[in-house]
């Protein structure tokens, strides 16, 4: 008979431990993403109840990337393996939306008759829209090599 048998438990399997996303420079990604949240969000919100017929595409996507900055605020804070791969696709997918409709303003501008946060490639928020996906990958793969080795 085993000991744990004989007292009645059973054996605990050991807890993982969540890897921590918002150390060094993850903390200055969670402060941008953080001030990205409140400024697309904000500026949404008031464009929407306001103005929506004059640009809804625009005010829309500006919504949009509200939500995306929000759900990769929340994953690195959140941390572990899952939420860092999500807030990797995630920012892949934030990437593209800029490089799309930044793309797209320059090229159709009377498509947008107003600006988004992602407009000509974030320049009315100083590029951080393109920027920050770019270094929150980097460093979300290079969090996931330290995990593992």
Avoid: H
């Avoid at 054996?11 to 150390?23: F, N, V």
């Avoid at 501008?109 to 988004?116: G, K, L, N, Q, V």
């Amino acid at each position: 008979m085993t000991a744990t048998q004989e007292n009645g438990t059973a054996p605990q399997k050991k807890k993982k431990k969540r890897t921590r996303l918002i150390s060094g420079p993850g903390m200055l990604l969670v402060w941008l993403y953080g001030v990205m949240v409140v400024g697309a969000v904000s500026r949404s919100a008031v464009q929407i109840s306001t103005e929506f017929d004059k640009a809804p595409l625009a005010y829309s996507l500006s919504a949009l990337a509200g939500l995306v900055y929000g759900f990769i605020t929340y994953s690195l804070v959140r941390g572990g393996e899952t939420a860092r791969r999500a807030a990797l696709v995630c920012c892949a997918a934030e990437l593209a939306g800029v490089l799309i409709v930044g793309t797209w303003t320059l090229v159709e501008p009377s498509a947008f008759p107003d600006a988004t946060v992602w407009s000509d490639y974030g320049m009315g928020y100083l590029f951080i829209p393109v920027l920050l996906p770019v270094s929150a990958m980097y460093w979300l793969r290079k969090a996931a090599r330290t995990t593992t080795q």
